[in-house]
Every structure is written in structure tokens, then in C-alpha cells.
T-cell receptor, first 113, second 115 residues
Framework: GNSVTQMEGPVTLSEEAFLTINCTYT??????LFWYVQYPGEGLQLLLK?????DKGSNKGFEATYRKETTSFHLEKGSVQVSDSAVYFC????????????FGKGNQVVVIP | KAGVTQTPRYLIKTRGQQVTLSCSPI?????VSWYQQTPGQGLQFLFE???????NKGNFPGRFSGRQFSNSRSEMNVSTLELGDSALYLC??????????????FGPGTRLTVL
């Protein structure tokens, strides 16, 4: 079936540090890939998406590239701020137009001033 | 434009009871999906409704059901509550106008606690 794997454990880093969160997926066909962010006490917000191989999604300084050859969609940000502290989820849908999201377990990111 | 709203925000029930949660999508959105979020299982897809019809269904027992009204508002119902049903229930809406991946917008969720 379709699944998403995120690296284990929380990520703690200092302000202005470089952030990478790994995401790999298993899916048949041509899934669409997403990163969602969840702030404390809130629902999920779409951070960025990519719908085909080699697409790069970007938003608010975050970037991720759809790599079909490595089945990956790693999230990166060059210089994090305290306000980036949140839980980040990688997700996929099986195909274009399908709304059924399969999520990874999520990574808690804590940015220390 | 108002976002996705969910009511109630918090709910406490006891085992064996039933519960109904409500979701109002963004105006004009026709698709509503429901997700369960727990610390152990993470985010899991429950079902999706589009134009009052269930279009997708996740792997949950029949105690979990839903429906969508003609104004796209949706409700989900859980009967015979179990302790393991304690979770944050998230609703998401999208335009879903056909053929391409819409952005799904999530509500703040309903926190259900089963005692």
C-alpha cells in the first residue's frame, strides 16, 4: 500500500541553523507529495506540495524536491526561527485528484533562541 | 473567507455512548474528509464525502460513519465509544473540482476524550 516514513524523534536546533527533515515514501504510480505543519492547538496547514517528479515545492523559506529515483521528499530550510517550532508531517495522495492523504508520523521541531 | 470550522472543539464522553461531530467547509468547497489523530497511530484517514456521497473510506470499523448535507456541511458519528476512540478528529475541505490535486484546508479539530 501507500505509506510515508519520516525520520524518528524530535529535532532540536538553534535559531538560524539549517533544518532537514527526511521523508521517504512507498507508492504505486505517481503520487502527489505534501508537507503539512501543525502548530500547538491547531489543525494542519499545507506548507508546500509537489505533484510530479523533479518538482520543487517552496513556501516561507522551506523547500522540498520530489525525487522519484530515491522516493524521497526531504524538507529543508536554510535558517530557522523560533516561530518555526511545530510538528511537520510528510504526506502523499495516491494520484492527482485523490484527496485521501497518507501521513508520516510527524517530527516535532523545537528551535531554541 | 472563513476557514473550516468544527464543532464542538472539546468533548468528553463515556464508554458505550455515541457522539456526533460537525464540520463546516470553506464556502464553495464540495469535498470534506475526516481524519483521526492519536499519539500512537498518528494521522489516519477515515472517509471523504463529495456531493453528499462517500467517495473514499479508510480502514475503520462500522462504528464510524459520516454523512454530508446538500450545503456540503458534514457530520461524523461514532457509536458505542471505546477508550481507544479518544483522539483529535480533523476535518479537511477542498474544492475538488475534478482532475487535479486541490489543496486541502484543515479545521482546528475536535478533541474527543472517552472515559
Amino acid at each position: 500500500g501507500n505509506s510515508v516514513t519520516q525520520m524518528e524523534g524530535p529535532v532540536t536546533l538553534s535559531e538560524e541553523a539549517f533544518l532537514t527533515i527526511n521523508c521517504t515514501y512507498t507508492a504505486t504510480g505517481y503520487p502527489s507529495l505534501f508537507w503539512y505543519v501543525q502548530y500547538p492547538g491547531e489543525g494542519l496547514q499545507l506548507l508546500l506540495k509537489a505533484t510530479k517528479a523533479d518538482d520543487k515545492g517552496s513556501n516561507k523559506g522551506f523547500e522540498a524536491t520530489y525525487r522519484k529515483e530515491t522516493t524521497s521528499f526531504h524538507l529543508e530550510k536554510g535558517s530557522v526561527q523560533v516561530s518555526d517550532s511545530a510538528v511537520y508531517f510528510c504526506a502523499l495522495t495516491r494520484y492527482y485528484g485523490n484527496n485521501r492523504l497518507a501521513f508520516g508520523k510527524g517530527n516535532q521541531v523545537v528551535v531554541i533562541p | 473567507k472563513a476557514g473550516v470550522t468544527q464543532t464542538p472543539r472539546y468533548l468528553i464522553k463515556t464508554r458505550g455512548q455515541q457522539v456526533t461531530l460537525s464540520c463546516s467547509p470553506i464556502s464553495g468547497h464540495r469535498s470534506v474528509s475526516w481524519y483521526q489523530q492519536t499519539p500512537g497511530q498518528g494521522l489516519q484517514f477515515l472517509f471523504e464525502y463529495f456531493s453528499e456521497t462517500q467517495r473514499n473510506k479508510g480502514n475503520f470499523p462500522g462504528r464510524f460513519s459520516g454523512r454530508q448535507f446538500s450545503n456540503s456541511r458534514s457530520e461524523m458519528n461514532v457509536s458505542t465509544l471505546e477508550l481507544g476512540d479518544s483522539a483529535l478528529y480533523l476535518c479537511a475541505s477542498s474544492l475538488s473540482s475534478g482532475g487535479f490535486t486541490d489543496t486541502q484546508y484543515f479545521g482546528p479539530g475536535t478533541r474527543l476524550t472517552v472515559l
